[in-house]
């Protein structure tokens, strides 16, 4: 999960290559949540079940994942939150897309990853490969944090641990 003007990465959970996406949703957004204010949250159709809507509407956001082809304006547990989200979708394309089309910055967060530190893993074991890819993730916050700096003119206070202070 990554923010939207800086593309820093707010929460990461490394899957295998396989598994579907939509139950690592909930691990993300609650990671997020712990420290920063969720107004929108854009995921793709992959994403798209009413334990994900109520995930993100309970932390305060909207919800902004496009319904299947084949999803129905009523769930089958009756929930009012399916209902008025998929009549929202279907009713306010145009302003929805618009939202939804943040969910871009994730490709190119994933973009400028790769790019600064490379498409491949090196690391031989699935725990090394998994070390190696949040090494590459903490570097990416290190870069868009000082990049943020001085674009945004963000004023940087470190704080000194009281029993190490000079």
């Not at 899957?15 to 712990?34: Q, R």
């Not at 305060?60 to 929930?79: L, M, T, W």
């Not at 998929?86 to 190119?108: D, G, I, L, M, P």
């Not at 993730?137 to 944090?145: E, K, P, R």
């Amino acid at each position: 999960m990554c923010g939207v003007v800086t593309n820093i990465v707010t929460s990461v959970e490394v899957s295998k290559a396989n598994e579907g996406d939509s139950p690592y949703l909930k691990p993300l957004t609650e990671t997020t949540a712990e420290n920063l204010w969720i107004r929108h949250e854009s995921a793709d159709k992959a994403y798209s079940s009413l334990a994900n809507l109520k995930l993100v509407d309970e932390k305060g956001g909207i919800p902004f994942i496009p319904f299947r082809v084949n999803a129905k304006p009523d769930h089958s547990s009756g929930d009012p939150l399916w209902t008025r989200m998929y009549h929202f979708y279907a009713y306010n394309q145009e302003w929805f897309k618009a939202h939804y089309h943040q969910r871009s910055n994730v490709e190119t967060t994933f973009s400028m990853i790769k790019t600064k530190f490379g498409e491949r893993l090196r690391s031989k074991t699935e725990i090394a490969q998994v070390n190696e890819v949040l090494c590459k993730v903490l570097c990416h916050n290190i870069c868009v944090l000082i990049q943020s700096i001085y674009e945004l003119g963000i004023e940087v206070e470190f704080w000194q641990d009281d029993d190490k202070a000079a």
